[in-house]
């Protein structure tokens, strides 16, 4: 079985900073693409940050792009997610997502984290 088991959310004043880490656990053989996504109240679930396998290539949401960075320890098969210069409407809940291949010759198969909240107060 496999776990996405994210951390990190809270409460925090408008400007200031929090930083999300998710885990995966359980049978891995690789990740590939790995991502953040949030779900506002009332509003979809919108992507936030993707970041290939390797780390070489991210890609952001406008709304995020010069405050969000997201990076990955592979060996920990972790992502982050550091926010910067946050703002009210950034208040979601934040979920992982990794592409995983459970076994060498299995296939690859999306998973989620339960979703961490993160409250941006004004």
């Known amino acids: 079985q496999v776990q996405l088991v994210e951390s990190g959310g809270g409460l925090v004043q408008a400007g200031g900073s929090l930083r999300l880490s998710c885990a995966a656990s359980?049978?891995?053989?690789?990740?590939?693409?790995m991502g953040w996504y949030r779900q506002a109240p009332g509003k979809q679930r919108e992507l936030v940050a993707t970041?290939?396998?390797?780390?070489?290539?991210?890609n952001y949401a406008d709304s995020v792009k010069g405050r969000f960075t997201i990076s990955r320890d592979n060996a920990k098969n972790t992502v982050f997610l550091q926010m910067n210069s946050l703002k009210p409407e950034d208040t979601a809940v934040y979920y992982c997502?990794?592409?995983?291949?459970?076994?060498?010759?299995?296939?690859?198969?999306?998973?989620w984290g339960q979703g961490t909240l993160v409250t941006v107060s004004s």
């Open positions: 359980g049978s891995i053989f690789s990740i590939s693409g």
């Open positions: 970041i290939t396998s390797g780390g070489g290539s991210t």
């Open positions: 997502r990794a592409d995983i291949r459970k076994y060498r010759f299995s296939m690859v198969e999306e998973y």
